[in-house]
């Protein structure tokens, strides 16, 4: 795994998003793995900007999101198409019938089989942005004794709903199912980045700092078995986590 420690989360945000463009001008019609939460957020308003400029063309990229709420319609304020269009398909000029959310309205089962089929069509993703949830989870794999390999419905855990219910108007509204890509799909991916920020990450990340071990308790420890994983971290969480700066 590598490492990146950057004075402040902007700056990780600003070399994703510099990634992300190199991958599409050397593959226009590059595949991405693309993530939801605040996290990101500030990677996409740069993406957008750097569109506006003509630094980048996004109109044969594919895009493939990591997962989606089970039950919300893509218009809900909440859902993560909805999210995705807000905060970088509407400032871009992706087609947006090459964007991929998986179906929250869908029969779950067939929801999950469609996404997989979203993450493998015509190879693997090229890129995958991951954040990280406080009990590791990386998209909606959620910490336990066992992991999912393929892409599957899954009942999130109270942590997560607790950490979500910022989004809601409170934690009841927050949907206990989510549609999201298994570990499979993700590991799939040519090359992980994983964006990271705040004391709320930091026994997350430090599993991924301390040693070599693997487990489900923590799934983004399974990034260690990568061979093009980023993990990338601003000074703040560095300190926390016993990593030096650089
Ligand atoms: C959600 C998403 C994850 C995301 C995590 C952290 O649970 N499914 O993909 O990484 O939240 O979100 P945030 O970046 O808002 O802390």
């Known amino acids: 795994m ?3 420690v950057s004075p402040d989360h902007a700056q990780s945000c600003e070399k994703v998003a510099l ?3 190199e991958i599409v001008r050397q593959k226009p019609n ?3 793995g693309l993530a939801t939460g605040s996290t990101p957020e500030p990677v996409y308003r740069r993406l957008a900007q750097l569109c506006k400029e003509g630094a980048v063309d996004f109109s044969h990229v594919r895009t493939v999101n990591l997962d989606e709420y089970w039950g919300l319609a893509p ?3 909440q859902s993560y198409r909805y999210y995705m269009d807000q905060n970088l398909f509407n ?3 992706i087609d947006k019938a090459n964007t991929y959310v998986a179906d929250g309205l869908a029969d779950p089962d067939r929801a999950a089989a469609a996404l997989d089929e979203a993450v493998f069509a015509g190879g693997a993703p090229d890129f995958q942005l991951l954040g990280i949830g406080g009990n590791g989870h990386i998209a909606f794999n959620e910490a336990g004794e066992r992991l ?3 892409s599957h419905v899954v009942a999130l855990t109270q942590s997560t709903i607790d950490a979500n219910a910022r989004f809601f108007e409170n934690a009841g509204q927050v949907p206990r ?3 999201t890509m298994g570990m499979k799909g993700i590991l799939a991916a040519a090359e992980v980045w994983l964006l990271a920020s705040g004391a709320a990450k930091q026994n997350a990340v430090r599993g991924l700092v301390e040693d070599g071990a693997v487990t489900t308790q923590n799934p983004a420890t399974f990034l260690k078995l990568h061979q093009n994983a980023h993990i990338l971290i ?4 560095a300190k926390l986590v016993g990593l030096q700066g650089g």
Not at 234 to 237: F, M, P, R, V
């Open 2 to 4: 590598n490492f990146t």
């Open 19 to 21: 990634r992300i463009c």
């Open 30 to 32: 590059a595949k991405l």
């Open 75 to 77: 218009t809900h304020p």
């Open 91 to 93: 400032h871009i000029n």
């Open 148 to 150: 999912s390999a393929d």
């Open 177 to 179: 199912k989510a549609i």
């Open 234 to 237: 601003d000074e703040a969480l």
